[in-house]
């Protein structure tokens, strides 16, 4: 007796948004209207899901046109994070745009009295034999996409697909280089006026009174919104509203605030406070051998900003009790829970649409400035006002990522082999997005007359990637381990998602006390990976990168090579590193060479794109990036205290990438962070014969590291 076949199942975003309507239409212009839930961060995502959509429908890409979201009609995809826009939403909208094919095709069938199975779709036109025609746009008051799903439609084998898997022009590329507004930035409604809102310089400090005199005094002010602790102005024009915001600033009187920690000891600092503790993961074997010798390593990783390139802005319009948010969020749906909170308004009087933001690496501060936003223009009188935030509350008041103690035990025998892994992580959590809770994660929420608390940032659930616990399971063949996370339940540094979350400073702590065992080994580090690996894409990576930088072919003084790999979350990108690093007591990323494995890349050329962003970002995190305070208050809030990678600095990034069509495809946008991070260090160690585990990689830690040594 045969065993029936599995029903199929939708995926993910489609189940919860079965209506194909929501997805696709068909406009009157000859277009295809395409409605994702998820949002373009500067990732090329609405590319890859244009390519998708004209694959599946059989049209020129250039009939695509793609709908930002917005909760007025968008499907609801959560949150546009972790990577997995193409997972989720390009699953989603495959399997869309095939049921709606197969509608179209039954219904030329019947119209052209032609099976369905002869007839061929070009460019949207159906026809069939004795040259019978008709098109998606001659049908589409005949077919009805107010349906749910069915999964009865079977995409087409990557064999067939002719624009997926092709390196096309970004379709929001012209508009960034020809200056066509497309950031919010740019965007200037009717009626606009502009806001600013007072915060403190002292961390933790509360407003207790105000004098409002002067900046009601200065020409084109138009209000003071004063809520609780909450204070901002609306004004005529950007420049009123920041000299309107100086007045205020001055007749400001701030209440004490709350101590930082001490930024030379964060390890200190972390381990110390109280936390909840988890057991991620454990492995045992009754074949272990007695370990000889315990090498034991601390890794470090500072606070980080996310350091936007243009600070975080939105706008807001009321119309009697409803209100419309044009906001860079990438959770507009969320972002809409949370303010139907703090505003006690039901979900459906207030829409959120999205709109392109210069800068997007996680939970910065989009989402707050468009509570900012909301607040202000309650006294605008009808009118939308724009909040942009300053480059000093970018950089003091968004949350930041968590900094991360990390503590790895490795058993050896007698052959330096290993046989015993402990991995422990210390971290505030990785998550406080607004939507996800019973209380609001925004900055104002806290501060007007009746505040929510801040809330304590948690971590994404191991089955979701974790968050400081993410890519802390070894993917190498060990015989046993344990990995415990300790998330901290105090936060005196606003923490939340920043890329990876987790997972840069997890593969930098493996990485690099894995190459410290094979040189004790003196085994070449590349060798001494694929010998514990069992997965054979993650061979595949690495074997190509090594081959693509010719790793090792020569050794020159003050010259490193360093390799890094991982699989993002264990469950997404594969890719492998190959860093060449230059320098005595500075440090120069000279090139990094890596190979990347998405499954199916839609969209190469978008793939290398997201590998080189990332690498880029990742050296500028190693070499540079820390947030800076003193224990009154955060002192990094300018480029200058704030450093980041320069153009001149930026090293020569070469990516491989190995197609694999015939698989599920997977997102490339945090995937090189890890990897980039552990080569470097381990070039570093390769070129200088020191080992630097606290980062940034700095001078100074070079130095304090050699004096160590010696």
Avoid at 264 to 275: C, E, H, I, K, M
Avoid at 466 to 477: A, I, M, T
Wanted: some cysteine.
């Amino acid at each position: 007796m045969s065993t029936p076949s599995p029903t199929p199942k939708l995926p993910v975003s489609l189940a919860v948004n079965p209506k194909l309507s929501s997805w696709v239409k068909f406009t009157d212009e000859g277009h295809v209207a395409i409605s994702p839930g998820k949002v373009e961060i500067g990732q090329g995502i609405v590319t890859a899901l244009a390519q998708i959509a004209a694959d599946e429908l059989d049209v020129d890409i250039a009939r695509v046109e793609m709908i930002r979201a917005s909760t007025a009609a968008s499907p609801n995809e959560g949150v546009t994070s972790g990577s997995l826009s193409i997972q989720q939403s390009g699953r989603a909208l495959r399997q869309v745009c095939a049921e709606v094919r197969l509608l179209f095709l039954v219904a030329a069938s019947e119209r052209l009295g032609v099976d369905a199975s002869r007839l061929d779709i070009n460019d949207g036109t159906i026809s069939g034999p004795g040259n019978v025609r008709t098109s998606y746009w001659e049908l589409a008051g005949e077919v009805s996409l107010d349906r749910e799903a069915t999964a009865d439609a079977i995409a087409k084998r990557a064999a067939l697909r002719g624009i997926a898997g092709q390196s096309i022009q970004r379709v929001d590329i012209p508009d960034k280089v020809f200056a066509r507004p497309r950031f919010i930035h740019d965007r200037a409604l009717p009626g606009l006026l502009h806001g600013r809102v007072l915060r403190p310089d002292i961390s933790g400090a509360k407003l207790i009174a105000l004098d409002e005199a002067a900046a009601r005094a200065v020409p084109g002010f138009i209000a003071i919104v004063r809520d609780g602790g909450f204070a901002g102005v609306v004004a005529d024009s950007e420049g009123a509203a920041e000299a309107a915001l100086k007045a205020l600033r001055k007749g400001a009187t701030w209440s004490a605030g709350e101590p930082l920690p001490n930024e030379d000891d964060l390890a200190g600092f972390l381990r110390t406070q109280p936390v909840e503790t988890t057991i991620i993961d454990t492995r045992s074997s009754a074949k272990t051998s007695k370990p000889s010798r315990t090498v034991r390593r601390q890794y470090t990783r500072p606070y980080i900003a996310h350091a936007s390139i243009a600070p975080s802005c939105a706008m807001a319009q009321w119309n009697g009790d409803r209100v419309q948010v044009w906001t860079h969020s990438q959770g507009v749906y969320l972002l809409r829970a949370d303010l139907a909170i703090v505003l006690k308004l039901p979900a459906e009087s207030i829409i959120v649409e999205h709109m392109e933001g210069a800068g997007c690496y996680g939970h910065n501060a989009a989402d707050d400035v468009a509570l900012d936003a909301v607040l202000l223009a309650k006294a605008a009188g009808g009118r939308p006002v724009r909040v942009q935030w300053s480059r000093h509350d970018e950089m003091s008041h968004a949350p930041f990522g968590a900094a991360m103690a990390i503590e790895i035990e490795a058993d050896l025998d007698a052959d330096n082999e290993i046989v015993g892994w402990r991995h422990a992580i210390w971290s505030n959590g990785h998550a406080a997005r607004p939507g996800r809770a019973a209380q609001p994660a925004l900055l104002a929420a806290t501060e007007i007359a009746n505040p929510y608390p801040r809330m304590i940032s948690s971590n994404p659930p191991a089955a979701n990637g974790g968050g400081g616990d993410r890519n802390s399971v070894p993917l190498y063949d060990f015989p046993a381990w344990t990995i415990t996370s300790h998330r901290l339940l105090s936060m005196p540094v606003r923490t939340s998602a920043l890329r990876t979350l987790g997972g840069q400073a997890n593969v930098f702590a493996i990485e690099s006390l894995l190459d410290e065992i094979a040189a004790l080994r003196g085994e070449d580090p590349i060798e001494f990976r694929l010998r514990h690996l069992r997965d054979e894409r993650a061979s595949d990576v690495i074997r190509a990168a090594a081959r693509r930088a010719q790793w090792k072919s020569q050794k020159r003084a003050g010259v490193g090579h360093g390799v890094g790999f991982a699989r993002y979350k264990n469950t997404g990108a594969y890719c492998a590193a190959i860093a060449e690093i230059a320098g005595d007591d500075d440090i120069r990323v000279k090139r990094l060479t890596l190979a990347v494995d998405v499954g199916e890349a839609i969209n190469p050329d978008g793939v290398i794109n997201q590998i080189e962003g990332g690498a880029i970002q990742a050296t500028s995190w190693v070499l540079k990036e820390r947030v800076r305070f003193d224990r009154t208050h955060i002192t990094s809030t300018s480029w200058t205290d704030y450093p980041i990678l320069t153009f001149s600095e930026v090293p020569a990034v070469d990516v491989e990438v190995i197609q694999r069509p015939e698989i599920e495809p997977v997102g490339a946008g945090e995937a090189a962070h890890g990897p980039v991070t552990a080569a470097i260090a381990n070039a570093v160690f390769d070129g200088l014969g020191v080992r630097v585990r606290d980062l940034p990689i700095t001078r100074d830690r070079i130095i304090a590291a050699m004096e160590l040594a010696s």
